[in-house]
Structure formats: structure tokens, C-alpha cells
């Protein structure tokens, strides 16, 4: 039989372990990381990384991802030959 100790310290382990690998499952998205070529990849990524999605829009140049993270807006721009993000700034 379990004892009430060994059920609050799995409990304490199992709310440890889910706080550290829920904090790892979104990064921020910084210059140099690939995030796709298509827009539909771009998004995936993005949203799989906690970003909410304002817009995107494809330039000749660039591809321009207006983003919210956690309350604060960015603006992403990524290289849309090689899929790397060129910039990340604040929009």
C-alpha cells in the first residue's frame, strides 16, 4: 500500500517534470533558426513554439511574420530561399 508521503512526493516529481519539459516545449524563435519555406510551415512552426499568428506576408525578399508572444508583439522576417529568420524585432 502507498502511504500519503509517497503519493505527495510522486506528485511534487510528476509537477516538476511536467513544469520543465512544459517550459522547453516553446522557444523563442531567434535569428538563424529554420522555421520553413512555405507559409503553412512557417505557421506550423510558429504556433509549436507559442507564437499567435497576426499575419504573414510574403515579399519578394522576405517573408514578414507579424507575431504576439506571451503579450509582446514581433515582427519575424525570414529568408524565404533558405527558410533561416533573418530578424526578429519588435513590432
Known amino acids: 500500500m502507498i502511504s500519503s508521503s509517497q503519493l505527495t512526493k510522486a506528485g511534487i516529481l ?9 517550459a522547453n516545449a516553446f522557444a523563442e524563435i531567434r535569428a538563424g533558426d529554420r522555421i520553413g519555406l512555405s507559409v503553412s510551415d512557417i505557421a506550423k512552426s510558429l504556433e509549436n513554439n507559442g507564437y499567435v499568428i497576426r499575419e504573414i506576408e510574403v515579399k519578394t525578399d522576405r517573408i514578414e511574420a507579424e507575431v504576439t508572444l506571451e503579450g509582446d508583439k514581433l515582427e519575424i522576417k ?6 533561416l529568420v533573418t530578424r526578429v524585432e519588435d513590432d
Open 78 to 83: 525570414i529568408d524565404p530561399q533558405t527558410g
Open 14 to 22: 510528476a509537477s516538476t517534470v511536467f513544469l520543465c519539459f512544459n
